[in-house]
T-cell receptor, first 109, second 113 residues
Framework: GQNIDQPTEMTATEGAIVQINCTYQTSGFNGLFWYQQHAGEAPTFLSYNVLDGLEEKGRFSSFLSRSKGYSYLLLKELQMKDSASYLCAVMDSNYQLIWGAGTKLIIKP | IAGITQAPTSQILAAGRRMTLRCTQDMRHNAMYWYRQDLGLGLRLIHYSNTAGTTGKGEVPDGYSVSRANTDDFPLTLASAVPSQTSVYFC????????????FGPGTRLTVL
């Protein structure tokens, strides 16, 4: 079966760095996406990785290792507004997104 | 219209009633999707459409139907609502398949009593 695993909840301190991990087992691989979702709102796109390595975009970076079925999202200089759920999704061989349940990130002052 | 819109924002529905959730995008995206999101679970695909005139079943299609008469609109119909269909429903669109991000509408919160 297809499976995406990520921690249910994480807590971090304002100004710090946090890494959210995602492991996956899917039928085929056409890229991995990270989305941010604030409570009561729609998911919004953060990053896309299809090749191994690190993609940096401002305070956010995303890493992919296809051989390990592993990705992480790195958030630097955490701000209170980063409190949200972070969703990992893999595009399978049918070009459909398989979604993890999301990681709720709590930022404390 | 800017982006992707959904209507209604929320709805309380009696079991057994028919309900259509509306979704419209103005980005001329070929692909559109319907997801449901339940607490503790990832987004689950209900139905999708890769281009106008075609539709396909996702992971949880039972009890739902869709149509794609044109590029912009992708309504989702619950023929006879049941309480297990209580959920938040998101419509999304993308400009293509490989490597293209999906843009999400604001969601419809549906409660079936």
């Amino acid at each position: 079966g297809q499976n995406i695993d990520q921690p249910t909840e994480m807590t971090a301190t304002e100004g710090a760095i946090v890494q959210i991990n995602c492991t996956y087992q899917t039928s085929g691989f056409n890229g991995l996406f990270w989305y941010q979702q604030h409570a009561g709102e729609a998911p919004t796109f953060l990053s896309y990785n299809v090749l191994d390595g690190l993609e940096e975009k401002g305070r956010f970076s995303s890493f992919l290792s296809r051989s390990k079925g592993y990705s992480y999202l790195l958030l630097k200089e955490l701000q209170m507004k980063d409190s949200a759920s972070y969703l990992c999704a893999v595009m399978d061989s049918n070009y459909q997104l398989i979604w993890g349940a999301g990681t709720k990130l709590i930022i404390k002052p | 219209i800017a982006g992707i819109t959904q209507a209604p924002t929320s709805q309380i529905l009696a079991a057994g009633r028919r309900m259509t959730l509306r979704c419209t995008q103005d980005m001329r995206h070929n692909a559109m999707y319907w997801y449901r999101q339940d607490l503790g679970l990832g987004l689950r695909l209900i139905h999708y459409s890769n281009t106008a005139g075609t539709t396909g079943k996702g992971e949880v299609p039972d009890g739902y139907s869709v149509s794609r008469a044109n590029t912009d609109d992708f309504p989702l119909t619950l023929a006879s609502a049941v309480p297990s269909q209580t959920s938040v429903y998101f419509c999304a669109s993308s400009g293509g398949l490989a490597g293209n991000e999906q843009f999400f509408g604001p969601g419809t919160r549906l409660t079936v009593l």
